[in-house]
């Protein structure tokens, strides 16, 4: 697999679903073994992870998240953010995060906003500890993409820095050239 595939699958935007994708497996670790350990070895008990009909469909709506026009993105966002109950972890709160994690609502990902969004999910209380996870996982995620976009912003502008003074060097270059052409002309006439 080119290094350029590989970019394009393991996206902060693709994190999230990758992860789920290894917390899914992992549940297979409950599964028989062929070969079953011998009774000299210590054996470790296996963690089992119950698959939750409401995790996986959080995770259908992220990935479909992904899929969907940006006005679209927009307006599910306004539509669902102010359905939002104060102080609840809910599947609501993790689907308007999830729309967070859209590049349409880049601008409204703010670290203020989304700390404030996630931090009924985040705190002890009456939730779902996989709604606790998984609002672990698209914080780090909306960090990760706040932080992309800083160093593409800073990159632009190094760039524009770069375009700038090259045209610099090139007007300066003309002036040099100019100059020297006068020398050469004065040169001659002497």
């Not at 609002?135 to 524009?160: D, K």
């Not at 700038?164 to 001659?188: H, M, P, V, Y």
């Amino acid at each position: 697999m080119a290094v350029s595939d590989m970019r394009r699958i393991y996206t902060p935007r693709n994190a999230l679903i990758w992860i789920c994708v290894a917390l899914l497996l992992a549940g297979c670790e409950g599964m028989p073994q062929a070969n079953p350990p011998s009774a000299a070895t210590e054996t470790v008990p296996a963690v089992v992870v119950e698959q939750d009909p409401r995790l996986t469909e959080l995770l259908a709506y992220q990935a479909a998240v992904t899929r969907r026009p940006s006005e679209q993105v927009r307006q599910e966002y306004k539509r669902l953010d102010g359905l939002l109950i104060e102080g609840v972890c809910d599947e609501l709160r993790l689907r308007v995060a999830m729309l967070l994690t859209s590049p349409a609502l880049a601008s409204k990902a703010s670290a203020k906003r989304t700390s404030k969004l996630l931090q009924p999910c985040l705190s002890p209380g009456e939730h779902e500890p996989a709604f606790t996870s998984l609002a672990e996982i698209l914080q780090r995620q909306l960090a990760e993409q706040r932080r992309t976009r800083v160093a593409v912003r800073h990159q632009l502008q190094l760039r524009e820095r770069l375009e700038a003074a090259e045209a610099r060097i090139g007007e300066l270059n003309r002036k040099l050239d100019e100059l020297k052409r006068i020398e050469r002309s004065i040169r001659e006439r002497q």
